[in-house]
Structure formats: C-alpha cells, structure tokens
C-alpha cells in the first residue's frame, strides 16, 4: 500500500494538488500575450469585436461595426478612434481600469494578495479594489485562461467585457501597437 500511495504522489500531475488560485497564477505568468473575439456590454448598449493584448499595457481592439471603431494602447497612451466621430480621443491610460487589466505583474501581485478565488459555474474570478475602481477579473475553469472582465467606465457606467475564441502566445508584431496608425 505505501507503494502505490508513493507512486501516485510522484508521478501523478503535480496540479492536482495546486490551489486554482496557484494555477491561475501559472497560466498568467506564462502568458506573454492573448488574442480573441469579445462582447462587451455598456449598460444596454452591446459591443463585440476582436483584440490583441501584448503584456505589459499594450491592446488592439477592431469593433465590429459599421464605424470601424479601433481601440489602442501603446502602453501609456489609449486611442480610440471610428468614422463615427471627427477626431480621435486620446486618454492616458493610467486613467482607465484597462491600465490595470493591461498589467500583468499588478494581476499578479493582487493574486497573492487574495485569499480565495470565488467560483461560479464556469469561471473563477477575484475582486480588486484600486484607487477607488472596482475591478472583477474572471478565468477559464478549464484551462486558466482570462476570460473576462468588469470595470466602470470614466462615465461612471458598468462595462461587462466576456472573451472567447481565446489564443495565447500567438506572434504579433510590436508595430501593431503604435497609435500613430490609428488616428486619422
């Protein structure tokens, strides 16, 4: 008997022994970037698209609409743009919760800081609290993976952001980032 619990303990997968919470953190340190499609909610308004993050701060989001909306971070400045409106807006991102979502190492740190991951049926998700902005961050069950994010935005309204068709650690070219081929 002490043989098979020996052999079960050294060669079974080590994760099972791993707290989601551990696990989490694996896959997210491992992580370097993450393409996908999402759908976004802004109160009853309803956005989808597809999008690139490059850790760390970096994001290209294409909106599917008839505007061509774009959303991009080179890491400090955010740009959104869309034939809808004249101009571009520009906003420093350290004055938007994706400056926190953005940040690999800061997720990281506020996983250790959480003494339990919550649960539903399909995601396991924490809460962060930072600079008054309240920030649920959810993940995959199945393989760990971000899954989606709430946030408020400047307007003060609820954003619900849900990915899927996720890909990690896929090539993508720095240049993709630059904000100067975006703004019009």
């Known amino acids: 008997m002490k ?5 079960l303990i050294f060669f079974y997968p080590l994760n099972i022994f791993a707290s989601s919470k551990e696990l989490i953190k694996n896959k997210l340190d491992q992580t370097d970037n993450i393409s996908f499609k999402f759908i976004q909610k802004i109160g009853k308004k309803t956005e989808k698209g597809k999008c690139v ?4 701060k970096k994001i290209l989001c294409k909106y599917d609409d008839i505007y061509n909306k774009i959303l991009v971070s080179n890491g400090k400045s ?6 809808k409106i004249s101009n571009y807006l520009r906003y420093n991102l350290k004055d938007t919760p994706l400056d926190l979502i953005l940040d690999k190492k800061f997720l990281l740190e506020k996983l250790d800081q959480v003494e339990v991951i919550q649960e539903s049926d399909e995601t396991f998700y924490f809460e962060i609290i930072h600079n008054n902005n309240l920030l649920n961050i959810f993940f995959d069950k199945n393989n760990y993976d971000i899954k989606g994010w709430t946030t408020t ?3 003060q309204n609820k954003v619900e952001t849900k990915l899927f068709n996720i890909e990690v650690n896929i090539m993508i070219d720095e240049k993709t980032f630059s904000v100067q081929n975006y703004i019009n």
Request: hydrophobic content about 55%; overall charge neutral.
């Open 78 to 83: 955010l740009v959104i743009n869309s034939k």
């Open 153 to 155: 935005d400047i307007y």
């Open 53 to 56: 993050i490059l850790y760390p």
């Open 3 to 7: 043989y098979i619990i020996f052999i």
